[in-house]
């Protein structure tokens, strides 16, 4: 509520929050024990009443809500400034790896994987709705930009050693190939489970260039959005209306 409040005396017009915003629980069994229905979720009922409150459009980054008695969904919520849910996204790509040293994860073994990309046309823009591991998939990223996005969230909670070696650099591909903005919300600092999350929540714009970053910590980071520039890099270069259809040959 706090942020929210300070949010709307910076006269911001979108608040985006990462990814597993209430909770982040990998424990087994923990986070079923704890989670809802999304037409019984405390959560999405207090963020539609904040949205509507300060007037501000809220991307809640994700939260997990209950599809089955046994079964979640990675979900990601957007609400107008009304409080109104307009919105809202199932995770498609689930985080199942090893990297090594004991630093295992399934997320499938819980979720169940979304199957719709989405695009909501909002106020004066349009957002295209991704969650975390979606980032290591760029066709996504340009069929939501072929779709209209101009913006691209990317909440997240991307581990300590993916982070360092591509999370930078994933998000600069993404908007350089989209010619979006890409916003991307990150859980930072260490979590009841054990799970350590690499943080550095950025602002990236069209020409994939940094404009905002947040190094350490928690809090509120801003940034001002020029969405003329999105027309302006794709003019630059028309890579989105370059692409072609092809086949793949191989030879032995």
């Given at each position: 509520?706090?942020?929210?409040a ?5 006269k ?5 929050t990462?990814e ?6 990998r424990?087994?069994g ?9 037409e ?6 207090q ?6 409150r300060f007037g ?7 939260l ?11 979900r ?9 849910l307009v ?5 498609i790509?689930?985080?199942d ?8 994860y399934q ?15 909002c106020?004066g823009?349009?957002?295209g ?7 290591r998939?760029a ?5 939501l930009?072929?779709?209209?996005a ?6 997240s909670?991307?581990?300590?050693p ?6 930078h650099?994933?998000l ?6 989209t010619?979006c ?10 979590h009841?489970d054990?799970?350590?999350t690499?943080?550095?929540s ?7 260039e ?5 190094r350490?910590g928690?809090?509120l980071?801003?940034a ?14 028309p890579s989105?209306?370059h ?10």
């Open positions: 509520q706090a942020a929210m300070q949010a709307a005396d910076e911001c017009d979108l608040v985006l990462p597993m915003t209430p909770l982040l629980d424990r087994p923990a986070l079923l024990a704890q989670s809802s229905f999304a019984d979720d405390p959560t999405l009922a963020v539609s009443e904040l949205a509507r501000i459009e809220v991307l809640l980054g994700s997990a809500v209950k599809v089955d008695a046994h079964r979640l969904a990675n990601s919520v957007l609400f107008n400034r009304h409080g109104t919105a809202q996204y199932d995770k790509h689930l985080f790896v090893d990297l090594g040293q004991g630093e295992r997320e499938s073994a819980r979720f169940s994987a979304g199957d719709t990309a989405v695009v909501a046309r106020a823009y349009t957002l709705m991704t969650v975390c591991y979606d980032l998939f066709q996504l990223y340009r069929d930009a072929w779709a209209g101009d913006i691209l969230a990317v909440p909670a991307f581990t300590v993916t982070g360092q070696a591509h999370w650099t994933l600069r591909a993404r908007a350089i190939e010619g903005f890409v916003l991307a919300p990150a859980q930072h600092g260490q009841d054990g799970r350590i690499y943080g550095h950025l602002v990236v714009n069209p020409w994939g940094v404009i905002a970053e947040k350490e928690t809090g980071l801003m001002d959005l020029d969405l003329q520039q999105v027309q302006a890099a794709r003019a630059k270069l989105l209306q692409s072609r259809p092809y086949r793949v040959q191989t030879v032995a």
